[in-house]
C-alpha cells in the first residue's frame, strides 16, 4: 500500500481523525437520548416559600421534574445518552411534577443536597444556577425539610412523616 516504506505521521493522524469523525458520525445513527418528552405535569408538592421553589427549579428540576429543558448537546451523541440516563434516573428516584403518585426517596432529598451529592458536578459544570453557595445549599435543605414534611430522627437523618404527604 505505501511501497515498502512507513506512512508519516501525518498520515496516520489524518487516518485515525477520519476514523474518529467516521465513528462519531455513526454513533448519531442509535436513537437513544432524543426522547425530549416532557410528561404533562401533574402535581407539584405544596411548596414551603417561593423561594424553595425557585431554588429547586434552578438546581432539581432538569432531572427531577417533566419540566426539563433541553440544551443543543442533547441531540448530539454521546452527551444526549449521557443526559437521558440522568433524567431517566431522575424521573424515576424523585419527580417534583408528579406529586400525586408514590416518591419513594422524598425522605432522601435533604440528605443528598446537604451532603453536596445533588446537583451532581457534570449538572453544576453546565447550569450556573445550580452553582449553590453554601448559604444556599442550606436555605434548600431547609426548605426541603419543610415542603416534603421532614424532621429530624434521633439519628440526625431526615425522616419523611408518611401522615403529613397530601
Not at 23 to 40: E, V
Not at 90 to 102: P, T
Request: one cysteine or more; hydrophobic letters at 40%.
Amino acid at each position: 500500500m505505501f511501497g515498502g516504506r512507513l506512512p508519516s505521521f501525518k498520515t496516520v493522524a489524518l487516518w485515525g481523525l477520519g476514523g474518529v469523525l467516521v465513528a462519531f458520525l455513526a454513533i448519531q445513527a442509535i436513537p437513544y437520548g432524543r426522547n425530549h418528552s416532557n410528561p404533562p405535569k401533574q402535581q407539584e408538592p405544596v411548596w414551603d416559600s417561593e423561594q424553595t421553589r425557585a431554588m429547586v427549579v434552578d438546581a432539581c428540576f432538569d432531572c427531577h421534574s417533566n419540566r426539563t429543558h433541553w440544551p443543543w448537546y442533547t441531540n448530539i451523541a454521546p452527551a444526549s445518552w449521557l443526559v437521558q440516563r440522568d433524567v431517566d434516573n431522575g424521573r424515576a428516584r424523585l419527580n417534583f411534577s408528579e406529586w400525586d403518585r408514590s416518591q419513594r426517596r422524598a425522605d432522601r432529598a435533604a440528605e443528598v443536597v446537604d451532603e453536596g451529592r445533588m446537583p451532581p458536578i457534570q449538572y453544576r459544570l453546565l447550569h450556573p444556577g445550580a452553582r449553590l453557595s453554601s448559604s444556599e445549599r442550606q436555605a434548600l435543605v431547609q426548605g426541603l425539610v419543610a415542603t416534603l414534611h421532614l424532621g429530624a430522627e434521633p439519628d440526625g437523618l431526615p425522616q419523611m412523616c408518611l401522615a403529613d404527604i397530601p
